[in-house]
């Protein structure tokens, strides 16, 4: 990634650093993730995704006794069904297009992890590695044997493996994400605190952010795949109360404002919804107003969506000012805030 | 109690169990969290016998990677948790010993599983019930906090620090809509019990029954 260093080991709050763009005068300020309540006004709505981070990525067995890793593409639903990416050999420490593919598994091939077993039942025609399956157990022993075995996905950039603990928001709560929600992993119950009291309000969707990268070019290039969230109704009308009082709704990370744009696209509705939505430069935002995001360089998808913010010139100014400035890119790196 | 979903850590006996079946009956779906996975199969059996809906998860809460391993699961199987009742403890080693005998490691391991684990689960559980506006956390306590008892020092220090701690955090969360309790069941009749005091007489010790229904009342009341 150009200009860009990842951080590669989970970083206290504290030091987490927050360049905040304004669109508006094109300013650009170097501050402190601590200081955000200082950035925000009252009126103001944060809203949070309370996706909880899946032990998403396990080992199995394949036919022949192949090793395969397993990396969930969303949580596993009600009938124990999922869609995942496989993996060959290799580890989370190769770079995920450097790896070998997995043996091309076809519908009724199974894995074996430990005493649970799960069926290919169905082979994306975007790449045989992406696979629907279905464990052929409960959900219940499903649920047990991730939680035994899976880790949280991991990055090759990171000097040590992560743990739950390491992935999850201070406020995470139904384990939906395969990936950490990852813009909100530096913020604190302090902080919150000092939002509210500062007259800022907050709301919460639930989104199961997807994999970030899979080393696959047809299936990278599709990324983000559809994606479920659930948005309730406090969300909605919190949503209403705020653009009534002039207030800002500013979205922690980019799967708030898939969450919202996505549904605002279709109808404003509360409840479960699955998005396919993909934003860039020329979407037109009709929810949020601003954005909270990690460091992300062009290229990635989550900067794509950046560009429905802000104009090519600030957000190339940002992103240039921020590689000088050595702000940290990824998953546990630093934080932009555009308003 | 209908549509509420219940956390119960040491759940497969004693009062965790008592409660596990009482909050069950009264329409709430229960998880049930404790080591050994037989007695928790025949507690979650035993419930879903009476038609209560009830999950069990084989975890040691002393252990700090079991806590999301707990909360993932328990979420996943019955959605965001709305009480959660921290009633796994243990006494430590038995027969119950003087402090100048007790093994370092033991009294590490009596307040990992008797104050860090529910510390852990709490910090991972309430988040979401702070930004919801409610919930109900629950310490189950022992008479052992407040009184000096000797040989019950290693238990003792450890009911006394996990009720300082819900104390600490009900002042925190006071304004929330999160309420936190410590109930002091008293002297039950027990596999635990026996345990400490094998040579008490039954006949005066409370059945773990009955203060279920007293404690499903007071989180009834705490709800409303």
Redesign the interface.
């Known amino acids: 990634m150009i200009g860009f260093h990842p951080a590669t080991a989970p970083r206290p709050s504290t030091d987490v650093r927050l360049l905040c763009v304004d669109r508006a005068s094109g300013r650009l300020d170097d501050r402190r993730l601590e200081s955000l309540a200082e950035q925000l006004r009252s009126g103001d709505l944060l809203v949070l995704n309370d996706a909880a981070t899946l032990p998403a990525s396990f080992l199995a067995e394949g036919p022949g006794g192949a090793r395969i890793e397993v990396r969930l593409a969303e949580p596993i639903d009600s009938d124990g069904r999922v869609q995942a990416v496989l993996f060959g050999s290799g580890t989370w420490r190769d770079k995920t297009e450097d790896r070998p593919p997995p043996p091309v598994l076809a519908v009724g091939a199974r894995l074996t992890m430990g005493t649970e077993v799960a069926e290919i039942v169905g082979v994306s025609t975007l790449s045989p590695r992406l696979v629907r399956l279905a464990f052929l157990g409960t959900r219940e022993g499903a649920l047990a044997m991730l939680y035994a075995r899976g880790r949280p996905v991991q990055y090759a950039y990171l000097a040590d493996e992560l743990a739950l603990w390491d992935v999850q928001t201070a406020y995470a709560a139904r384990p939906w994400a395969v990936e950490a929600p990852s813009a909100g992993l530096g913020l604190t119950w302090s902080m919150l605190e000092m939002l509210e009291r500062r007259g800022v309000e907050l709301a919460t969707v639930t989104h199961a952010a997807g994999l970030s990268s899979t080393g696959d070019d047809a299936i990278d290039r599709a990324l983000p795949l559809a994606e479920r969230s659930d948005v309730p109704q406090e969300t909605i009308d919190a949503i209403a109360r705020t653009h009534r009082r002039g207030g800002r709704v500013i979205a922690v990370g980019t799967s708030v404002v898939r969450a919202l744009e996505g549904r605002a696209a279709v109808a404003m509705k509360a409840g479960a919804d699955v998005t396919e939505l993909r934003l860039g430069p020329s979407s037109r935002l009709r929810i949020v107003d601003g954005i909270l995001t990690g460091m992300h360089a062009p290229g990635e998808s989550h900067h794509q969506l950046l560009g429905a913010f802000a104009d090519a010139q600030l957000l190339e100014r940002a992103v240039q000012h921020a590689a000088e400035g050595a702000y940290l890119a990824h998953e546990l790196g630093d934080t932009m805030l555009i308003l | 109690m209908k549509d509420i979903n219940v956390l119960i850590t040491g759940g497969s006996k004693g009062l965790g169990l008592a409660l596990g079946k009482e909050l069950a009956s009264r329409g709430a779906r229960v998880v049930l969290v404790a080591r050994g996975k037989d007695a928790l199969d025949d507690a979650v059996s035993a419930i879903r016998a009476t038609g209560g809906v009830a ?1 069990g ?2 975890a040691d809460v002393g252990e ?2 079991a ?3 707990i ?3 328990a ?3 019955i ?2 948790i709305d009480v959660v009742i921290h009633d796994a403890s243990t006494l430590g080693p038995t027969p119950l010993r003087p402090l100048l005998d007790t093994a370092c490691e033991d009294l590490e391991r009596v307040l990992a599983v008797n104050v860090v684990g529910p510390f852990r689960l709490t910090k ?1 559980l309430a ?2 019930m ?2 919801r506006g409610r919930g109900t956390i629950v310490f189950i306590s022992s008479d052992a906090a407040v009184s000096a008892y000797p040989t019950w020092g290693a238990y003792g220090a450890s009911k006394a620090g996990a009720d300082h701690l819900a104390r600490i955090l009900g002042a925190e969360l006071q304004a929330t809509g999160v309420r936190v309790l410590v109930i002091d069941p008293g002297e039950m009749d027990t596999e635990m019990h026996a345990a400490a005091m094998p040579d008490a007489d039954r006949a005066s010790l409370a059945d773990p029954r009955a203060v279920a229904r007293s404690i499903g009342a007071r989180i009834e009341e705490a709800r409303s």
Do not use: N
């Open positions: 999950h998860i084989a700090k990677e806590i999301h391993r909360s993932g699961q979420v996943a199987l959605g965001p991972v988040g979401p702070v930004l």
